[in-house]
């Protein structure tokens, strides 16, 4: 698509414009809808096949959350929808085990989860008036301090400079699969992933893969649910343990690259399913729930 667009010489950058990213984004959404009855009337409603599962999950639920999460939803000042996306944005980045990604978004619920209990000001503020809590000013600051930085700069290089992976040319891992594919329980093809017994024209097969009887679901995958929820203990107690060294310095854990980060993090996910409901600060934990029926009610 790139090529077709921008011409056959131009060459894909590392980190594209976002005007470009944009343009894409927008193509492949806008092209999408055009063919998406003809392509889904292929396909039985109970498929499972990973391809067409990857391909559902990329042009119905992650371009659109790209592109709508801040230009329209933010912008907006939706409020509800707004954070039903960002809970949704942070399970990409969960599942693609995104430094920082996958703690910032639970930062801003928990926040805001905790205003809303406590009836603090704030979170009738921030929900009247959204569109005016931006890091325009901050990112503005930012763009001239760059601008006018040497990429030999010191302090580590500026932080040895913000490096990006290319996905191009990659061997496709679990990760990059609908979420169903990165649980304990993997889609079963062809079998409810309840009963196990065939799948029949009284059946759905939820955007994460999972399939189920009508009569096996229960509003809820439960999968899934246990994955966002040991997602929630494991990331809750990485920044935890990070505001506890009490100190902004950066670590060498923090300058690992990701091939490194991954192995880490799934030797730990393992151990996650045994934390202790206690050692996560009570108003995340009382809130996953919630936060889970939202991204369920959204796909179904």
């Not at 005007?19 to 984004?25: A, D, E, G, K, V």
């Not at 500026?158 to 699969?177: F, N, P, S």
């Not at 203990?233 to 902004?248: P, Q, S």
Request: charged share 25%.
């Amino acid at each position: 698509m790139f090529h077709f667009v921008f011409g056959e010489r131009k060459k894909l950058a590392k980190k594209p414009k976002p005007w470009r990213i944009n343009l894409l984004l927008e193509l492949a959404r806008s092209g999408w809808l055009k063919i998406k009855n003809k392509i889904m009337q292929k396909f039985d409603s109970t498929c499972k096949d990973v391809e067409y599962r990857t391909a559902i999950d990329l042009l119905d639920n992650l371009i659109p959350a790209t592109l709508d999460v801040y230009a329209i939803l933010f912008r907006s000042g939706s409020f509800e929808k707004y954070v039903e996306t960002v809970f949704r944005i942070w399970t990409f980045a969960l599942r693609w085990k995104r430094k920082n990604y996958n703690k910032a978004p639970l930062v801003f619920l928990s926040d805001l989860f905790y205003w809303q209990d406590t009836h603090h000001p704030f979170a009738d503020a921030i929900e009247k008036y959204l569109s005016c809590f931006n890091d325009y000013y901050v990112e503005n600051a930012h763009s001239r301090i760059r601008a006018n930085t040497s990429s030999n700069a010191t302090v580590e290089n500026i932080i040895k400079q913000a490096y990006v992976i290319a996905t191009l040319g990659k061997e496709i891992d679990l990760r990059h699969l609908p979420t169903a594919y990165s649980t304990s329980h993997p889609p079963q093809l062809g079998l409810c992933d309840y009963c196990k017994l065939q799948m029949n024209d009284d059946s759905v097969v939820l955007v994460c893969g999972h399939g189920y009887h009508s009569a096996c679901y229960d509003k809820r995958c439960v999968y899934c649910e246990n994955f966002y929820k040991n997602g929630i203990y494991e990331n809750v107690n990485a920044f935890l343990k990070r505001i506890e060294k009490g100190t902004d310095m950066l670590t060498q854990d923090d300058l690992d690259n990701e091939i490194i980060e991954d192995e880490e993090e799934g030797t730990e996910e393992t151990d996650c399913e045994q934390t202790s409901m206690m050692e996560v600060p009570y108003d995340v934990y009382s809130y996953t729930n919630y936060l889970y029926s939202v991204y369920n009610n959204i796909y179904i």
